[in-house]
């Protein structure tokens, strides 16, 4: 069976861990053609776990997999819709059937995910955990929603850069974990991501 879904505040290991579930469960499944859908992830990370809804596709963008053409524009989407819905009060998330069809191989969703495990344990038990809580709560919570929507809108672009998904991506990963582990000091890291990628789209234009 497939992992239920994650709680609203979790872990990164545990996060990735039933990610990796549901790819392994998906890939042994031949009538499925070893595919997992942005469908299936929902359903495993949970409608109303903001946190873990955006951590799970930036943290795709950012692992190997994200090398996969077309991948990125999924995610962004993703994302995109996500904080849209959070910033106008939905209290659950709803992605449109053409969106929830798009998928992933599912053996490489495993692989590429599974070579994170170890700096998630590390990330866990020496870097997270609940601090400056007031940042990523009430009025901080919406703006961290609103900079991850203006980073999923340009990502896209960056991503035309060589190794210019990195920085917004690394933004995106660093808003969620503050979100999922209510950690203040992600939030401001992930602001400092979210200047290097202001800085690629602004140095091509300087004299």
Known sequence: MPPAPIPDHFGLEEVLSRVIALGHHNGEDQAGQGRVTVANLMDVIGERSFGPLLLVPSLIALSPVGAVPGL???TSAVIILITVQILVGHPHIWIP???GR?????????SGLSRLIPAARFIDRFLLGPRLTWL???PFFF?????CLLVGLVTPVL???PL????PNAALVAFSLAITARDGLWALLAFT?????VALLVVPFLP
């Open 72 to 74: 990125p524009a999924i």
């Open 97 to 99: 059937a053409w969106l």
């Open 102 to 110: 798009r998928s992933i191989d599912a053996r490489k969703l495993e």
């Open 136 to 138: 990523t709560t009430g």
């Open 143 to 147: 703006v961290i929603a609103l900079v």
């Open 159 to 161: 991503e035309l850069v």
């Open 164 to 167: 210019g998904g990195i920085p």
């Open 193 to 197: 991501f979210t200047l290097g990628s």
